[in-house]
Structure formats: C-alpha cells, structure tokens
C-alpha cells in the first residue's frame, strides 16, 4: 500500500511559480511511475505529467498545454515527487493529484492505483 501526500498549492499570480510536492510511504517508491493530475472546477480530470520508475529510466511525459513550464522530477532516496511549475496561467487553476502505478507510464488516470488528496493551485490573472 502507497499514501500519497501532496503539499505546495496556494495563489499565485499569472506568470508566477509554484512547486508541488509529493511524499510517498512505502519502501519501494523508485518502481512507480509517479503522475500529476489536475480536475478544474466543472472540469474532468486532466493528466499533466508523468515521471517513470527509476528501472524504466525516469523519463518524463507532460500534456502540451504545460510542455515546456512545467517540470517534474523524483528523489527516490526521499520517496518525493516534484512538480515544478512555471509562468502559471490562470487556466492552470485547478487541484492537483499526485498518482502512483506500478509498470508502465500511462496518462490515463484509471490506470493509477494510489492518489493524494490534493493540493488546490489558483493562479489569478
């Protein structure tokens, strides 16, 4: 069993930055593919990247719309997940999801099997 603990949201103005992080308990983070998602109010949810297991290599995988602002990197000695996120835009306004799946990347979100209870991102503009 992985828990998943997301921390770092809060009001931003556009343009500005913020650095989402993930904690993850358990022995074995370095086999998960660990994921962002975001759900804006009214919205479905929406995959925004993803970093795979240290055995796959740690590649990353991001939605266009963030390709480019946003960075996601992992510290397998301290089971963390970082989403870095730059030049916010007020569409990037949304709670953010921390995900973990063993396996290969997916950026379906029914292919994750353990989530945070995430963290609320507001970027006004």
């Known amino acids: 069993q992985v828990q998943l603990t997301e921390s770092g949201g809060g009001l931003v103005q556009a343009g500005g930055s913020l650095r989402l992080s993930c904690a993850a308990s358990?022995?074995?983070?370095?086999?998960?593919?660990m994921a962002w998602f975001r759900q804006a109010p009214g919205k479905e949810r929406e995959f925004v990247g993803a970093?795979?297991?240290?055995?796959?290599?740690?590649?990353?995988y991001y939605v266009d719309s963030v390709n480019g602002r946003f960075t996601i990197s992992r510290d397998n000695a301290k089971n963390t997940v970082i989403l870095q996120m730059n030049n916010l835009k007020p569409e990037d306004t949304a709670v953010y999801y921390c995900a973990a799946k063993i396996g290969a990347y997916s950026a379906s979100g029914a292919a994750y099997d353990y989530w945070g209870q995430g963290t609320r991102v507001t970027v006004s503009s």
């Open positions: 970093i795979s297991s240290f055995w796959r290599g740690g590649s990353t």
């Open positions: 358990g022995p074995t983070f370095s086999n998960y593919v």
